[in-house]
């Protein structure tokens, strides 16, 4: 079974520093990762996604994404947050059906973002 | 040009009362999903049609029912609207498992 897990409810950081906010993933094959954000009162916003390839992934806003299979983790960071990054960030992991080009996103259960001035 | 559009985008009725909220993709994707994000903000799906067949549908009280007229559309139907059933609803649309989904902007059901 597929599931991801995003252990801090939330992340605070001054402007300026970086950030990091971390998510780790469950699967029974190789996964595909994504990051997405939430801002108040608005949809899910793609951030970026691990297919394959360099572990280093990045994205929209500046915001970059390390995949380590050896943790099974997938940390969202940014080397100098902006007090507009403050937000709702989701970790995703794509289930994987074999012979299928469907499967669902488990999503984890949100990082709430607050960068301060 | 919107790529998933759903309406309305807020929704304040009765409980007891019936009430629709459609969903329409401009994208050309095969699959489409609708989730509900709770208070907590915890993301839970709720059903999933590719190319208006129905291939995931979680646990999900039978006052809820999907229907996607073509590929390009899935609303959502709920009766006998309850208290609990107030949360946001998020529809979103995908193409195959490389990609993530791209969501709507969602509607805010309050059943007061």
């Known amino acids: 079974a597929q599931s991801v897990a995003q252990p801090e409810d939330q992340v605070n950081v001054a402007e300026g520093n970086p950030l990091t906010v971390k998510c780790t993933y469950s699967?029974?094959?190789?996964?595909?990762l994504f990051w997405y954000v939430q801002y108040p009162n608005r949809g899910l916003q793609f951030l970026l996604k691990?297919?394959?390839?360099?572990?280093l992934v990045k994205g929209s806003y500046g915001f970059e994404a390390e995949f380590n299979k050896s943790q099974t983790s997938f940390h969202l960071k940014k080397p100098s947050a902006l007090v507009s990054d403050s937000a709702l960030y989701f970790c995703?992991?794509?289930?994987?059906?074999?012979?299928?080009?469907?499967?669902?996103?488990?999503f984890g259960r949100g990082t709430q973002l607050t960068v301060w001035p | 040009d919107t790529a998933v559009s759903q309406t309305p985008k807020y929704l304040v009725t009765q409980m007891g009362n019936d009430k629709s909220i459609k969903c329409e993709q401009n994208?050309?994707?095969?699959?489409m999903y609708w989730y509900k994000q709770d208070s907590k903000k915890f993301l839970k799906i709720m059903f999933s049609?590719?190319?208006?067949?129905?291939?995931i549908n979680e646990t999900v009280p039978n006052r809820f029912s999907p229907k996607s007229p073509d590929k390009a559309h899935l609303n959502l139907h709920i009766n006998s609207l309850e208290l609990g059933d107030s949360a946001v609803y998020f529809c979103?649309?995908?193409?195959?498992?490389?990609?993530?989904?791209?969501f709507g902007s969602g509607t805010r059901l309050t059943v007061v």
């Open positions: 979103a649309s995908s193409q195959d498992r490389a990609r993530g989904y791209t």
């Open positions: 699967v029974s094959g190789n996964p595909y």
């Open positions: 691990y297919i394959t390839g360099d572990n």
């Open positions: 995703a992991v794509r289930e994987m059906h074999r012979g299928s080009t469907l499967g669902r996103l488990y």
């Open positions: 994208l050309g994707h095969d699959t």
């Open positions: 049609y590719n190319n208006k067949e129905l291939i």
